[in-house]
Nanobody, 119 residues
Framework: QVQLVESGGGLVQAGGSLRLSCAVS????????MAWFRQAPGKEHEFVAV????????EYADSAKGRFTISRDNAKNTVYLQMSSLKREDTALYYC????????????WGQGTQVTVSS
């Protein structure tokens, strides 16, 4: 089994920055892609960013490009999401997800960390 625990969320003013962390434990050697998703109140679950096992490949949602950076430290079993130039519309519950494969869906999910951006 794999456990994902997010942290780093909070209240920040528009234009500010936050760094989210996702601590991974359990059968970490089986994991390939790691990703961040978010869900705002009344909205659909939304992809934010994904990173490959070696960190050589990343992809971002259009809303995150140029402002967010996903990274991973495999030695620490941690995935990060550095967010800058935050906007009110970034307010959401941010989830970490892990996949056993290089393509397809995700097999493990964290409980989420709340990010609230005030104007």
């Amino acid at each position: 089994q794999v456990q994902l625990v997010e942290s780093g969320g909070g209240l920040v003013q528009a234009g500010g920055s936050l760094r989210l962390s996702c601590a991974v434990s359990g059968r970490t050697a089986s994991l390939r892609r790691m990703a961040w998703f978010r869900q705002a109140p009344g909205k659909e679950h939304e992809f934010v960013a994904v990173i490959s096992l070696s960190a050589s490949s990343t992809e971002y949602a259009d809303s995150a490009k140029g402002r967010f950076t996903i990274s991973r430290d495999n030695a620490k079993n941690t995935v990060y999401l550095q967010m800058s130039s935050l906007k009110r519309e970034d307010t959401a519950l941010y989830y970490c997800a892990a996949s056993l494969y290089d393509t397809g869906g995700y097999h493990y999910w964290g409980q989420g960390t709340q990010v609230t951006v005030s104007s």
